[in-house]
């Protein structure tokens, strides 16, 4: 069963940047689709951002142009590069794929405030 470590969060002021990490304990990238996840607070858990094994991408229009996705398949390693961040970005960020069958990780706290 794969297991996700992510890191990389933080508190940032509005239109500050981070970027996730999320490390996969097998190489799934080429045979599954990964995504990051997130779950604001008091709310329910969202697709962010997606990944297939061929490349294609797709993201939630709150995050189009602001939020990039992207894999290390040799390093195991989702990315999630976070630009012109907002307040309503705020929330615990997970890395996931259901077609792997793995566990859901930690996640990653992310605090947009000044």
């Known amino acids: 069963q794969v297991q996700f470590v992510e890191s990389g969060g933080g508190l940032v002021q509005p239109g500050g940047s981070l970027r996730l990490s999320c490390a996969a304990s097998r190489n799934i990238f080429r045979t599954y689709i990964v995504g990051w996840y997130r779950q604001p607070p008091g709310k329910q858990r969202e697709l962010v951002a997606v990944i297939t094994t061929g490349g294609m991408i797709n993201y939630v229009d709150s995050v189009k142009g602001r939020f990039t996705i992207s894999r290390d398949n040799a390093k195991n390693t989702l990315y999630l590069q976070m630009n012109s961040l907002k307040p309503e970005d705020t929330a615990v960020y997970y890395c996931?794929?259901?077609?792997?069958?793995?566990?859901w990780g930690q996640g990653t706290q992310v605090t947009v405030s000044s």
């Open positions: 996931y794929s259901p077609g792997a069958a793995g566990s």
